[in-house]
């Protein structure tokens, strides 16, 4: 599974560095010099014989400029190249992330698809996606009848993961599920 870890924005320059929206906690990491990441076209060319997105680009050099990551891939020469990789998103494939240290820490990828369960076991629904609100990330439950479900991750609403067991058990606050 592919985890995005940025967005490609705009050139800076004329030498093919770009602008990174980034998505991910680790930048230093994902971004530093070798490392590989996996792409996502944002738009693919119509014209025969013009650049394509290659499946993945190489970091050459990152460096941080008023609160933007710029980043140089290998090969990417001149704003023209740097401009069409403009909405592509970069990743790293999920079996390349190490688990987190911290037991009660969670990678969206090891949340998405699990059951949601009352603690007297009914089923809500699964877990789709994960938004990440300024104050807490959100699960965002997919319900077999009606519309999704936003349930706050603390640890309050949402008391246990059961990671092997591919279920999230929550204690839901009255009302959530009629808003």
């Not at 792409?39 to 008023?66: D, K």
């Not at 592509?88 to 369960?117: C, I, K, N, R, Y």
């Not at 603390?154 to 808003?179: Q, S």
């Amino acid at each position: 599974m592919l985890l995005v870890v940025g967005r490609i924005g705009k050139p800076h320059g004329i030498r093919g560095e770009v602008t990174v929206e980034v998505r991910t906690d680790e930048p230093e990491a994902r971004f530093a010099p070798g490392s590989v990441l996996v792409t996502e076209p944002g738009v693919v060319p119509a014209e025969p014989g013009a650049w394509r997105v290659p499946p993945t680009l190489t970091v050459e050099s990152a460096r941080w400029h008023q609160g933007r990551l710029l980043v140089v891939f290998a090969g990417v020469v001149g704003r023209d190249v740097a401009e069409a990789l403009r909405n592509t998103l970069v990743g790293v494939d999920s079996a390349d992330v190490a688990e987190p240290d911290d037991p009660e820490e969670f990678h969206d990828h090891q949340l998405v698809g699990l059951a949601v369960v009352t603690r007297d076991g009914e089923r809500l629904g699964e877990v789709d996606r994960i938004d990440h609100a300024p104050a807490s990330d959100l699960l965002v439950v997919r319900r077999p009848a009606g519309s999704p479900v936003l349930v706050p991750f603390v640890k309050a609403i949402v008391p246990e993961v059961d990671l092997a067991g591919g279920r999230v058990v929550v204690d839901l606050p009255g009302g959530l599920l009629d808003l």
